[in-house]
């Protein structure tokens, strides 16, 4: 067999298990298989790899995009740049660390801008914020990260005015808040402050439209859910594992 999968904590929700089950039953691919490993703790990766020494390539999702990487023996030069890490490899012995989501982000929102767009808010801290800022620089627009715990650079959630969001144009949701089945919540932002110069991007995809997505679309702006970057990113993924030598294939 030739084992894919997933790691990150509280999974079973998993976009990227039905994906690739689906992706390789369309190219026939009866030997393949993706699976969901659940990990409490990052500690409990070096066991995995253990028992199951026969893996060709893993997913990492939250929260173990930035805790996996002292874990690899090597990492990708532009996925050390970004701090984290959701793609990994198996190449002659070793495990190697990339990031899909950057081109998944960057793709996926570039047909949606506009040539006002130049400057951004990205809510959340964590592995994915980092892929989200990478890819800002790539498009020239720049950014402030929003943080519940604010410092330097860093603006919290009660400095957000009226004022602040009419200075940005993007604003990119990182944190989970509004994931299934919690879809009720959403970040704390002046949403009256919003209106039709504004684009809202948020990396959740289930549902398919958050409260976050829904409270800018009734002030008028342009929306996107993370369900294409995804796509993207995890297509990207399979480029890398199906490289010649990336996964120990011919």
């Not at 253990?50 to 023996?73: F, S, W």
């Not at 005015?161 to 509004?178: E, F, M, R, W, Y």
């Not at 439209?209 to 369900?227: A, Q, W």
């Amino acid at each position: 067999m030739h084992r894919y999968g997933l790691i990150g904590r509280n999974i079973s929700y998993s976009f990227s298990r039905g994906f690739f089950r689906e992706k390789f039953q369309k190219l026939g691919l009866d030997d393949h298989s993706y699976e969901n490993f659940d990990l409490d703790a990052i500690g409990d990766f070096p066991g995995l790899l253990r028992e199951n020494p026969d893996l060709r390539g893993l997913n990492v999702t939250i929260p173990y995009k930035q805790a996996v990487m002292p874990y690899l023996g090597r990492i990708d030069p532009e996925a050390a740049r970004i701090g984290a890490v959701n793609t990994i490899c198996f190449r002659d012995g070793t495990t190697s660390g990339h990031n899909t989501d950057v081109t998944g982000f960057r793709e996926s929102l570039r047909p949606l801008l506009r040539s006002g767009d130049h400057s951004a808010l990205i809510l959340g801290t964590g592995g994915a914020s980092r892929a989200v800022a990478y890819a800002l620089d790539q498009l020239g627009i720049g950014y402030r990260y929003v943080s519940r715990n604010p410092s330097g650079e860093r603006l919290g959630y009660h400095q957000l005015d009226a004022s602040i969001l009419a200075g940005v144009q993007v604003i990119v949701n990182c944190t989970p808040l509004g994931t299934h089945p919690e879809i009720e919540k959403h970040p704390d932002l002046p949403y009256d402050a919003l209106g039709p110069a504004h684009l809202l991007y948020d990396l959740i995809y289930n549902p398919e439209r958050t409260e976050f997505l829904s409270r800018g679309l009734s002030r008028g702006t342009r929306i996107k859910n993370g369900l294409e970057m995804l796509q993207i990113q995890a297509e990207h993924a399979w480029k890398l594992w199906t490289a010649t030598g990336a996964s120990g294939q011919p």
